[in-house]
């Protein structure tokens, strides 16, 4: 099968750089919806069985002009969620930052047994999210071409694990918002990367602001520690 694994598009807080990995999280900003808006036309030439998306509210705001588009309704599936930031949630200062990201690296490079104080490690997180497409697929033929919605750091940490991705490439693949990777196989017989888009699917005018989007690679900046105490709406 297919799997085309959507980031969610913008929300304020990957404008910010707020760690929000906690259920609901934030919506969509303009730019987000825009984002959303042209995943359709973008995905028009794929042959979609079926739309996923985790518990995150904005996962559900992005895939639902393609639910709309082709009369799909959206299946919540567990296990989709974002690597958690456990005590980090919601800050966005240098050492929760680097911390997180340090966090995906150590993953990416099989040190699964790392894990953020008060979050999950690196095995609990394979578990659950490799559970939820090993559901997925129980839904659909082997030859079925799925779209599921989900985040960031999720998607990259997964998709370098599953495929064996090399060091050396593995740090240049960022995810923005939107952006999209395609895996094919099957949970009992592995994936194989097809292909890895990291602008949105809808064009690369649609990327915006991604200095401190923490979840999009292991490069974006902390927002300056001024900003950390104020309020992100």
């Known amino acids: 099968m297919r799997l085309l694994l959507v980031r969610h ?26 984002q959303a808006r042209a995943v359709p036309k973008a995905l028009r030439e794929e042959r979609i069985a079926g739309i996923h998306v985790s518990h995150l509210i ?37 050492e929760a930052v680097d911390a997180y ?15 953020l104080p008060g979050g999950e490690d690196g ?33 990259r940490v997964f998709s370098i694990l599953a495929t064996g991705l090399a060091p050396a490439t593995r740090y240049e693949r960022p995810l923005f ?9 099957h949970p009992e017989q592995g994936w194989q990367l097809e ?3 990291s602008e949105p699917v809808g064009g690369a005018h649609l990327l915006g602001d991604t200095s401190h989007d923490v979840t999009a690679d292991s ?7 001024a900003e950390a105490a104020d309020p992100v709406v």
């Open 9 to 34: 598009g913008q929300t304020s807080n990957n404008v910010a750089g707020a760690l929000d990995t906690a259920f609901p999280g934030a919506g969509l900003t303009e730019l987000g919806h825009a």
């Open 58 to 94: 904005r996962t559900h705001e992005t895939a639902s002009p393609l639910a709309a588009t082709l009369g799909i309704p959206l299946q919540i599936t567990e296990g989709l969620e974002e690597i958690a930031a456990g005590d980090f949630e919601m800050r966005r200062d240098k």
């Open 101 to 115: 990201q340090d966090n995906q690296s150590r993953w990416a490079g099989k040190a699964l047994g790392h894990a």
């Open 123 to 155: 095995r609990r997180f394979w578990a659950r999210y490799a559970g939820a497409l090993r559901q997925i697929a129980g839904y659909y033929t082997d030859d079925a071409t799925v779209a599921v919605f989900s985040h960031g750091a999720a998607i």
């Open 177 to 185: 918002n939107t952006g999209m990777v395609t895996l094919t196989g």
């Open 195 to 197: 292909d890895w888009a």
């Open 219 to 225: 490069t974006a900046d902390a927002a300056e520690p």
